[in-house]
Nanobody, 120 residues
Framework: QVQLVESGGGLVQAGGSLRLSCAAS????????MGWYRQAPGKQRELVAY???????IYVDSVKGRFTISRDNAKNTVYLQMNSLKPEDTAVYYC??????????????WGQGTQVTVSS
């Protein structure tokens, strides 16, 4: 089992910055991919960014150049630095962790979510 605890959400004005953190505990040694998703009211949850244990990253187009995902493997923590925030970035942000089960299979865990609100 993997437990994920997020922190860092809040209210910020457009153009501002926030940094989200997500600490993994439990069977975190087998985590291969960690990521951030978000869900705005009335919308489906969408991928924001993810990072593989080797350091490769993927971003959704809408956040490229503004958000940076990073990972501290020693602390089993993933971060999302969000700059130049826009009102459309307002959402609940969820941390995810994919635990490798072997044979190409994995199990995904979710954090509890943290609210990010960007005012115009």
């Amino acid at each position: 089992q993997v437990q994920l605890v997020e922190s860092g959400g809040g209210l910020v004005q457009a153009g501002g910055s926030l940094r989200l953190s997500c600490a993994a505990s439990g069977s975190s040694f087998s985590i291969n991919v960690m990521g951030w998703y978000r869900q705005a009211p009335g919308k489906q949850r969408e991928l924001v960014a993810y990072i593989i244990s080797g350091g490769s990253t993927i971003y959704v187009d809408s956040v490229k150049g503004r958000f940076t995902i990073s990972r501290d493997n020693a602390k089993n923590t993933v971060y999302l630095q969000m700059n130049s925030l826009k009102p459309e970035d307002t959402a609940v942000y969820y941390c995810s962790a994919d635990e490798s089960l072997g044979l190409g299979q994995s199990r995904r865990y979710w954090g509890q979510g943290t609210q990010v609100t960007v005012s115009s």
